[in-house]
């Protein structure tokens, strides 16, 4: 009898337990038929069923802000580290701690307070056409060389790309120094920063200016892609230099996730960002952007390879959010539009 109590009681509470979810709620800053098949691939590995809300990566973030604890967000996948920060800094995310995000990911890679991994690495080096004085152009800092006047196409300062790579500069250097680097970069310019990436490397081509400094993705995209016959033709005008080799390296950024603090389905979140860094997951990861892998010893796409090999700066990726308010305030200051 007693036996059968102890039994019966066990089912109770079982009974009582709450069902182990079978979803996760992503909020994705990432194209959705592009990341598609890689979600398909997790839900038959795991039966977790991957609901996507896709939009631009500031409007996800205040759209997780908005909803607050009632947001069904478990998830948020975004790109650079800047934006990453920002929505910690916002207290959007939770730490986490899970030993294969850690063994997978370099710890330059994520964040130091783990709440934030990286999962694809993207590049911004300078790309030039062959009009290019490229002897003077070894270093990020030679972009501010007079000797490339009126040959600089770059994008706004609004852009977070090039606030993260100023803070990157700010860390190597100091912002006294870096703040004269950017009025001398603005003197260098061939016309007012407009457009994205692409434009830039559009204008070079088009002999608007023979420098131009862009993540690689957006290149190798305008490579693989045959069919915009213009932009194909454009990007293969162009060529990569790497800046910084021999001292701390090309600025890298990344794109990356976290779980978000209210998220309803935790572990489920976990699980997710963890096969999004497994070495299944990270090769059709980068791949699917023209991106690098994180996780170090996955095969790199054919497109990028072409480029060849290049030392990367290991500065810690958090270091990048840390000084892009000093990295907004001094490019103002310098005049960058
Ligand atoms: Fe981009």
Redesign the pocket.
């Known amino acids: 009898m007693k036996k059968i109590v102890i039994v019966v009681i066990a089912l109770l509470i079982a009974a009582c337990q709450p069902p182990a979810s079978n979803e996760v709620n992503l909020y994705s800053a990432r194209k959705e038929a592009l990341i598609k098949p890689l979600l398909d691939a997790f839900t038959a590995e795991t039966g977790i069923q991957v609901n996507i809300i896709s939009s631009k990566a500031d409007a996800l973030l205040e759209r997780i802000e908005s909803e607050g604890i009632n947001s069904p967000a478990d998830v948020l996948l975004t790109?650079d580290a800047g934006r990453l920060h920002r929505a910690k800094s916002a207290g959007v995310f939770q730490e986490i701690s899970s030993t294969s995000l850690n063994s997978n990911i370099p710890a330059n890679y994520r964040d130091k307070d783990n709440t934030w991994y990286g999962l694809s690495v993207r590049v911004r080096p300078i790309i030039v056409t062959n009009q290019a004085p490229s002897n003077e152009l070894q270093r990020y800092e030679d972009l501010s060389n007079s000797a490339i006047q009126s040959q600089v196409c770059i994008r706004s300062s609004n852009n977070i790309?090039n606030q993260s790579l100023v803070a990157s500069l700010i860390a190597a250097s100091g912002e006294t120094t870096v703040e004269s680097w950017a009025e001398g970069l603005v003197s260098n310019m061939a016309r007012a920063p407009q457009g994205g990436?692409r434009d830039q490397i559009r204008a070079a081509a088009a002999g608007q200016c023979s420098i131009v400094v862009a993540?690689t993705?957006?290149l190798a995209n305008m490579l693989a892609n045959k069919d915009k016959a213009d932009d194909y033709a454009a990007a293969s005008k162009m060529r990569v230099i790497w800046p910084n080799q021999a001292d701390r390296g090309a600025h890298v950024n990344v794109s990356g996730a976290g779980v978000v603090k209210s998220a309803p389905n935790r572990d489920n979140a976990v699980k997710l960002i963890e096969f999004l860094a497994s070495d299944t997951a990270q090769k059709i990861y980068a791949d699917v952007n023209f991106e690098y892998p994180v996780k170090p010893g996955i095969e790199i796409n054919s497109i990028l390879s072409q480029w060849g090999e290049f030392k990367a700066d290991t500065l810690a990726l958090t270091t990048l959010g840390e000084n892009n308010a000093a990295a907004v305030k001094l490019m103002d200051r310098a005049g960058w539009k």
Do not use: F, P, Q
């Open positions: 790109t790309y990436d993540n993705y957006y």
